[in-house]
């Protein structure tokens, strides 16, 4: 009865907030300081983490021995866990960068660069006739 009650419990509270965040939803103030890429990212970390929370009732389930089943669900959420702790923290420090670079140009007196103008600004000139090419 509570390996029914967990899956549905955990399904139930963590499945929701994955699937919005994969979507790109979240409140206010979420969406004010993070990119939208970041918030799909974390989404991302929610279903590994989800996927993680059910790996030792279905080990339960299945027909593994007691201390088999323990060991390689122990191995099996450890590597979970910290492949979404990874997917977390590299979204935060991709935003932190992200917020570094902008404040330095903002600093400068520069205009905060669009992927547009970057690209121009990284691809060559090409040497023609035309001096304004």
């Not at 799909?40 to 590994?48: D, K, N, W």
């Not at 997917?87 to 932190?96: A, Q, V």
């Not at 205009?111 to 001096?131: H, K, N």
Request: aromatic letters at 12%; hydrophobic letters at 50%.
């Amino acid at each position: 009865m509570f390996l029914w009650l967990w899956l549905t419990g955990w399904s139930a509270c963590v499945l929701p907030l994955a699937i919005a965040s994969l979507r790109g939803w979240a409140p206010k103030s979420v969406r004010r300081r993070t990119a939208p890429w970041g918030i799909r990212v974390r989404g991302v970390a929610l279903l590994v983490i989800w996927a993680g929370g059910l790996i030792v009732p279905l080990l339960w389930r299945s027909g593994l021995d007691t201390q088999d089943a323990a060991f390689f669900g122990a191995i099996v959420q450890v590597g979970l866990l910290m492949f979404a702790a990874g997917l977390m923290s590299g979204s935060w420090l991709g935003e932190w960068f992200y917020r570094r670079a902008v404040q330095s140009r903002e600093l400068d007196g520069m205009p905060p660069a669009d992927g547009a103008e970057v690209a121009r600004q990284t691809q060559p000139r090409r040497r023609t006739g035309d001096p304004n090419a």
